[in-house]
């Protein structure tokens, strides 16, 4: 069992890597295109797999997550509250 567990890790790793390719939005993934990743992953298991985790995984500046709408601080920054008035 013992010389079987790293293919094992390796496999799950890749799968993994694989699912997560395929759920990212195309324009929050870094560095490659998303095909070229998977593939990556799928030709190379534990480089491509490392190399998705380290340099491809989206993350908060590539998918967006600073751009949502910011709540206002005050009443009278708020729009709504001021046009009720």
Do not use: H
Request: contains cysteine; charged residues 20%.
């Amino acid at each position: 069992m013992g010389r079987y567990l790293p293919i094992i890790i390796i496999g799950l790793l890749m799968i993994y890597c694989v699912v997560e390719v395929a759920q990212a939005p195309p324009y929050a993934v870094r560095r490659m295109p998303r095909w070229l990743w998977a593939t990556a992953i799928i030709c190379l298991p534990l480089a491509g797999a490392v190399c998705w985790l380290l340099l491809g995984r989206p993350n908060a500046d590539s998918s967006g997550a600073r751009q949502q709408k910011q709540t206002p601080k005050a009443p009278d920054d708020d729009i709504d509250f001021l046009r009720g008035l």
